[in-house]
Structures are given as C-alpha cells and as structure tokens.
C-alpha cells in the first residue's frame, strides 16, 4: 500500500518529510514522499524556508500518481502559492491535512491571507488535524477546555465543510477530540515524558497510513494517538525530536539484550563453585537494560545448586523489579551503563574489587530517610543516588550492610553482560 506524502524538509531531522517516511516506513507501508518546502531549522528554531515552485510540487505528485496505486494522502507545510496546486493535484484521495501554520518556536509558515486560501481550498473535503493553536487560527475558537475543543471541530466541519476534524490536546490536557458523521469522539492520554517534535508529523502520517489500511476513522485516529506516544515515549534525543521507528527499533533490542544476556548467564554458570559462595542468600539476579530502559533479568533468579549454581527460568523482560530500580537510577547518571548483578556482600569481594581498580562506593540504610522507609518503593533508588553522589564519579561497585530483615549485597556494574561477567570473574579468581 503506498502513501503519498506532501510535506516540508527539516534540516534538522526531527519533523516534516524525515518523520512522515519514517512513520509510514514503521507501519509498513510504502511513503511516496513529495517535497513543498525547505526549511533551515534545528531543535533550537526555524531561521527560514525556500518555498518549492507549486509547479515543481505538482509535476511530483503526477509522477508517482500515474505508476503508484495511492488512496491516502498526507498534506503537510505548504506555501500559499502551493495550496491551490496541492488541492487539484490531490482530488479523488482521502486527505489528511496537517495545518502547519507557526512552529513551537514561533516562524510564521503562513500568513494570514494563506490560512484564509487554506480555509477555503484544503480544508474542505480533508480529515483535518490541528493541535490546539492552530485549531484557534482556523476557527477563531478560542480553546482552553474539551468543551473548546468539541465546539472547534464542529466549526472545522459544519461551517468549513471538513469531512472531519481532529484536536490534539497535547497542547491542554491530551485529549484528543474527533468530531465525523455527526458524531464526536474523545480520546484521553497522559503526559509522555520525551521529545516531543515532530508530533503532528507523525500522528497525521499515522493516521492517513491507518486509513490506507482500511481502518473505520474513530480506530484510526486511536491508533495513530498510541503510535505517537510511544514514538514520544522512546524519542531521538540525538535529534530532540519523536521517534517513529520506535517499535521496529524496541523489538530489536530486546532480542539482542535477551540474547546478550543469555550467552552471559551461561558464561556465568559454568564459573560454578567459585561463585556459588557468592550468591546471595534471596538469590542473586542479572540484569541487562537497553536503550529504551527496558530491563531484562533471570526469572525466579540465579541460586545455588548443590555445590555449583543454576538460573531457575529464561531471561525475561521486567523479571528482577529490585535490580531494574538500581539499574535505572543509575543510568540517570550514567547512560552508558546498561548491566548489573547482586553478589552476597563480603568483606573481602568488596576489598577485592578496591584493589583491582575498580571504583567503589557505598550506601548506609541506616541513613535513609523516614519518607523513603515508610514509601512501597524508593530505597533502591535513593540508595543508587546516595553511593554515586558519595563518590562523585561513576562506581563499578556499590555495596550496603543490610538492615533490619535486609540482606547486605554488593552490586556489580557494566557497561554490557559481558564485562559484568568479566568484573565477576576477576572478583572470584582474585
């Protein structure tokens, strides 16, 4: 299935045509991208745009018209002279228009009497999907509640003769509103922490893609919410911006991580005797995050067996809720961690781990605060911060002495499976 595309360049590789491909790409369709501008931006501002001549931008969409079977289109930023070209070139379609008027950072995309043109020659007949600024522009609504936004997308469809019009609330409180065949629709959501750049883009794209697909609107458009806030969720931070390959680029990394965590708990067992004294007396567990903080661990953990040691289950995701804490936390401060395992605390390992050069640092739960005792969860946490603040640099090891009804442990970190179990190693044979 291919989907046709009309947006601007983003220099900066975070919205426009980048994500609107990658969108479409990710869902696994084929983008036909069409390029009506080219702006000269980064995650900083927008310093300028070169319009692409309207009939450059027609002669784009015939070309692949003529060879490729298109049902949706994607409309993004365009000039004014462009919208008159955009229109005619793309009757017979579903349109999914994204009214890009004014970035976050403030450029002005289109002028008053281009919104007008907008108003009268796209909008009509378009699935229309503005956040809520540029709902306002259009329909002079002004928004600040779901009522706002209910009577701003019946303006949209009633008295500019959209075939339907969606509201996102990321702008107010992440409800999305869809008013279609006499009806409206709401769709709650949450604050995502993450880039958020690059939104609009992607939800419009998703959507007109979901559309292609076949899907009735009302599921379109919470499938295309969801979409966008996992791409939010696992954002670019190179690119500050959303990231649409996010599930591709997840699925993958969790079989790598299950597969480099496996092949290290493997290497660990046959160390067998000598790490069996070293075992924690709860069971010792190992952990191993990728780079979307998802965090892999030993089902049931790591115990003695007899004189040597066996893992109880596989490798699953979210199977250590204790070692994904620490990890986590750590990686607050040090991303570049991705690995840790618990060891029964000993003098000895501890003095061990000093001279092999490794850094070390400590936490007292003596220490800890009453708010943190009394809370479900947090002293992993607060621990984790308390040993690298006490340091004041990044530790390969942490350990505490237990409390009362707690456990002392010692923490190994790494920067992957493997040097986690080489750590160990050097540990044990010392």
């Known amino acids: 299935m291919a989907v046709l595309i009309i947006a601007g360049l983003d220099t900066g590789g975070g919205a426009g045509l980048k994500a609107d491909i990658e969108t479409v790409s990710a869902l696994n369709e084929h983008p036909l991208p069409v390029i009506s501008a080219i702006t000269y931006q980064n995650p900083k501002e927008v310093r300028g745009i070169f319009p692409v001549p309207p009939e450059v931008i ?35 379609l579903t349109r999914v228009l994204d009214p890009v008027i004014a970035s976050s950072s403030g450029f002005q995309f289109l002028s008053p009497e281009d919104v007008d043109v907008l108003k009268k020659k796209l909008v009509p007949g378009s699935i229309v999907t503005p956040n809520v600024p540029e709902a306002e522009a ?46 409206d629709f709401e769709f709650p959501g949450e604050s995502v922490k993450g880039f958020t750049h690059g939104t609009g883009c992607a939800f419009s794209s998703a959507l007109a893609t979901f559309i292609a697909k076949g899907l009735e609107l009302p599921r379109a458009v919470e499938m295309a919410k ?3 806030e996992g791409a939010i969720m696992f954002s670019n931070r190179e690119g500050k911006a959303v990231n649409p390959l996010w599930e591709l680029q997840r699925d993958a990394q969790r079989w790598k991580a299950m597969r480099e965590l496996e092949t290290a708990v ?13 075992i924690a007396e709860v069971g010792t567990n190992f ?47 040090y991303p570049e961690v991705r690995a840790v395992i618990n060891l029964r605390y000993s003098e000895e390992l501890v003095e061990r781990a000093e001279k092999l050069g490794l850094k070390v640092s400590f936490y007292d739960r003596r220490e800890e605060p009453e708010e943190v005792k009394r809370a479900e969860r947090g002293t992993m946490e607060w621990g984790i911060e308390s040993a690298v603040r006490r340091l004041g640099e990044k530790p390969d090891v942490v350990y505490h002495l237990g409390d009362w009804g707690k456990e002392p442990m010692v923490l190994v970190f790494g920067g992957n499976a493997e040097e986690v179990v080489e750590r160990v190693h050097r540990l044990i044979e010392a």
């Open 266 to 278: 493997d290497k660990l067992v046959k160390t067998g005797e000598l790490l069996n004294r070293y």
């Open 226 to 228: 969801r979409f966008v």
């Open 138 to 183: 259009l329909t002079g609504v002004k928004i600040s509640s779901v009522g706002d936004m209910k009577k701003a997308v019946r303006v949209l469809v009633e008295e500019l003769d959209a075939e339907a019009a969606v509201i996102k609330g990321g702008h107010l409180n992440f409800t999305d509103v869809l008013y279609w065949d006499g009806r």
């Open 58 to 92: 027609g002669e784009q969409v015939r070309a692949v018209r003529e060879v490729f079977d298109v049902t949706a289109v994607k409309i993004g930023l365009l000039h004014g002279g462009a919208i008159d070209v955009v229109a005619e070139e793309t009757k017979g």
């Open 287 to 333: 952990a191993l995050a990728t780079d979307f903080n998802e965090v892999f661990a030993v089902k049931g953990r790591i115990v003695r067996y007899g004189k040597t040691i066996r893992p109880v289950g596989l490798v699953e995701l979210n199977a250590s809720d204790h070692l994904r804490r620490a990890l986590l936390k750590m990686r607050e401060f």
